[in-house]
C-alpha cells in the first residue's frame, strides 16, 4: 500500500480506511494479530483484513459490517490526526491547479502541520518528484516524517525542522513551486524566490486574515514577482431531490368548441431538482498566488 501507487489487497502494515457510514471513518495500521474496536464489533486484522481485497464488505463480531478502502489524500484529510487547523479539498485541489503541480515537479512547503496538503501534492508529483517541506515544531516535524514512512512516500519527501522566514527551506533553485501556510508569510518571500529555479516558477500563500494577504502582496511586487492575484474558494453543494409537479391545465385547445367542458386534469409529473444548502462551510483563508519572471 502507498498513498501514490494502488494496491489491490490489504498488507500487514498497510494504513487502511474503514468506512464505517455516511461520515464516519477511521484510519487502521493493520498489523499481524491486531485488533480493532468498532461499534459493530471486534475488526481481527489477521482473518479479516490481510488478504482482502480493498473494498471489501468486512463483518465484524457482533455481526455488523463495514468497507475496508484504500487509503487517498482526499479520505486521510478527513480523518488524519489534528495536529494543526488543515487545509481542505477544496482548497488543495485550487492549490495544486494554480501551482500548475505535474509528475517530475519539485516543490517547497511550510510548514508541515498535520500533512493534509503535503498527501495531495506527494500523489500530484510522484513518481519523479520531490517535496521539501519545512516545520518550525519539532514533535510535528517527526510525527509527519513517521507517517510519511507508514505511508511508504518517504522517498519523495524531505522533511527539514527548522524556521523558514530564518533559515529558508534548506535548497536554493530547484523549486518549481513554493507554499507558505505561516503566520507571517511575507517574511519568508524572499527565501521563496532563493528555493525556486531561476527562471520562472509558482508561489501560493494561505492566509486568514486580510492584513496578512495586504503584506505578503507587498512584499511578493517588492521581490519582483507578476501576475499577482488573490481569491477565496466558497464551497456550496447542492442537494438533489424529486418533486412532484402539478401540469397546468389550459382549458381547450380552440374557442369553437362546443363539448362540454370536462373534469378538471390533475395529472402530475416528478422530476429532480437541486436546492440550495440551509448552511453551508464559510471562510477558511485566502489563496494568494504568484509568479516568477522568467526573465
Known amino acids: ?27 487502521v495500521k493493520v498489523q499481524q494479530g491486531a485488533q480493532t474496536q468498532t461499534r459493530y464489533g471486534v475488526i481481527r486484522h489477521s482473518t479479516d483484513l490481510i488478504g482482502q481485497r480493498y473494498g471489501s464488505k468486512v463483518t465484524c463480531s457482533k455481526g455488523g459490517w463495514v468497507h475496508v478502502l484504500h487509503p487517498t489524500p482526499e479520505l486521510w484529510t478527513l480523518n488524519l490526526p489534528h495536529r494543526t487547523q488543515i487545509l481542505y479539498t477544496n482548497d488543495i485541489a485550487n492549490i ?19 500533512g493534509s ?19 518550525f515544531h519539532q514533535q510535528r516535524a517527526e510525527k509527519a516524517a513517521e507517517e510519511f514512512r507508514d505511508h511508504r512516500v518517504a522517498h519523495l519527501v524531505t522533511v527539514r525542522n527548522q524556521d523558514v522566514c530564518k533559515d529558508g527551506f534548506g535548497v ?5 513551486a513554493v507554499f507558505l501556510d505561516i503566520p507571517s508569510p511575507w517574511e519568508a518571500v524572499g ?3 532563493a528555493a525556486m529555479k531561476k527562471h520562472g516558477g509558482r508561489v501560493c500563500s494561505f492566509s486568514p ?33 424529486s418533486v412532484t409537479l402539478q401540469l397546468p391545465d389550459f382549458g ?32 477558511t483563508g485566502y489563496l494568494t498566488f504568484a509568479t516568477k519572471p522568467r526573465t
Open 209 to 241: 486574515c486580510i492584513e496578512q494577504v495586504q503584506k505578503t502582496c507587498e512584499a511578493l511586487s517588492d521581490q519582483g514577482f507578476e501576475e499577482i492575484c488573490t481569491l477565496e474558494v466558497l464551497l456550496r453543494v447542492h442537494d438533489v431531490r
Open 1 to 27: 500500500m502507498s498513498f501514490v501507487e494502488y494496491s489491490e489487497r490489504i498488507q500487514d502494515g498497510d494504513v487502511a480506511i474503514v468506512y464505517l457510514g455516511h461520515e464516519s471513518m477511521m484510519p
Open 117 to 135: 496538503l503535503s498527501h495531495a501534492i506527494l500523489r500530484t508529483i510522484a513518481p519523479t518528484g520531490h517535496l521539501h517541506t519545512v516545520e
Open 172 to 176: 536554493t533553485e530547484v523549486a518549481d
Open 252 to 283: 381547450p385547445t380552440t374557442s369553437m368548441e362546443t363539448t362540454p367542458p370536462a373534469a378538471p386534469n390533475h395529472t402530475s409529473v416528478t422530476c429532480k431538482t437541486t436546492t440550495l444548502p440551509r448552511e453551508m462551510a464559510g471562510h
Open 96 to 114: 495544486t491547479m494554480m501551482l500548475e503541480l505535474k509528475p517530475g515537479s519539485v516543490v517547497c512547503e511550510s510548514g508541515t502541520g498535520s
Open 191 to 193: 527565501h521563496a524566490k
